[in-house]
């Protein structure tokens, strides 16, 4: 009986809900997706390169460091994408490289030939301006009369012009910088001419080699030819030459004489100006430390295609 009085005792057990995954599966599978594209897009472009751009590739990826510093085409193989040097010894008469396809390899041809093109029109012009000089002093009555002083020359730098001394007919007063009437007529008329072209002048002084009585301590030949260069250059300049054409004014005294064999003649007192020529003022910027940079290369391939037909 005791036994039927037992409690009963009723248990419930609360079952939760299982809780959500997340969203990490859908992270690995997109990563899983990404590599898998990856991958076939690796083979599809291994398959459609040829045979000695994968040994090229191969070869750059052995040895980086002797293809890169090596320039050119890979060694002995010309259809190599990625460049390095060497010879090219699979490469027989008739084959093209790349370079050829895309007419790389004909640009220094067509550079120097650019180049020549250039130098023969600017032969042209000098030749014109001389032509020009030589008719403008036959015409003008004061010049024809220094027609003899007047000396007119192309030379590997471009036109020379000059301006010599004769016995009784001196450009500037002796021992001195002060130009005569005449010869400042004459530049003057000069420097009416020569902004025609857009060549840059260079202007140099010359004496004979009759020294000054204080020797070379004091005021000696090179001063003189010095200042005369550069009284020369103001004549010019009022003439209507723009100052900024001149690029250099030297005074070289008695080291570069027109008669050696007489010291102190007249002749070898003179000034000289060189209408230059491209090359000759590339070369005096070079030896001053002005070196071609970039956009002067610029404006030179620039003036080749305008001036070139």
């Known amino acids: 009986m005791a036994d039927d009085l037992r409690p009963i005792v009723i248990k419930r057990v609360k079952k939760a809900a299982s809780g959500h995954h997340g969203g990490s599966w859908k992270i690995a599978y997109a990563d899983f997706v990404t590599a898998m594209m990856a991958f076939f897009l690796l083979m599809w472009l291994l398959s459609s390169v040829s045979k000695g751009d994968l040994g090229g ?22 259809t190599s994408i990625v460049k390095g040097g060497g010879t090219d010894l699979s490469r027989k008469d008739g084959q093209q490289s790349r370079g050829d396809d895309l007419g790389l390899s004909s640009r220094p041809k067509d550079l120097k030939k650019a180049q020549a093109e250039l130098e023969r029109l600017e032969k042209e012009k000098l030749e014109g301006l001389k032509a ?14 220094f027609k003899r002083q007047l000396l007119l020359d192309l030379t590997s730098e471009g036109l020379r012009i000059q301006i010599v001394d004769e016995q009784h007919r001196p450009m500037f007063d002796l021992a001195s910088a002060e130009l005569k009437p005449y010869t400042r007529e004459i530049l003057t008329h000069i420097g009416s001419v020569l902004n025609e072209v857009p060549n840059r002048i260079s202007l140099s002084g010359h004496t004979d080699a009759k020294p000054f009585a204080s020797g070379d301590r004091g005021y000696s030949n090179w001063e003189l030819s010095a200042d005369r260069a550069n009284a020369s250059r103001r004549a010019l300049v009022l003439g209507g030459m723009d100052e900024s054409k001149v690029l250099r004014v030297v005074g070289l005294a008695s080291s570069i004489m027109m008669d050696k064999s007489e010291p102190e003649n007249p002749i070898n007192r003179r000034i000289s100006i060189v209408v230059m020529n491209k090359r000759t003022e590339d070369a005096i910027l070079q030896q001053s430390g002005n070196h071609l940079d970039a956009k002067t290369s610029s404006e030179l391939e620039t003036g080749l295609q305008k001036k070139l037909p």
């Open 57 to 78: 590739i191969a070869e750059f990826f052995s040895q980086p460091l002797r293809v890169a510093l090596s320039g050119g085409d890979r060694v002995g193989d010309a």
């Open 132 to 145: 020009r000089l030589d008719a403008s002093i036959d015409a003008n009555k004061v010049l024809r009369m």
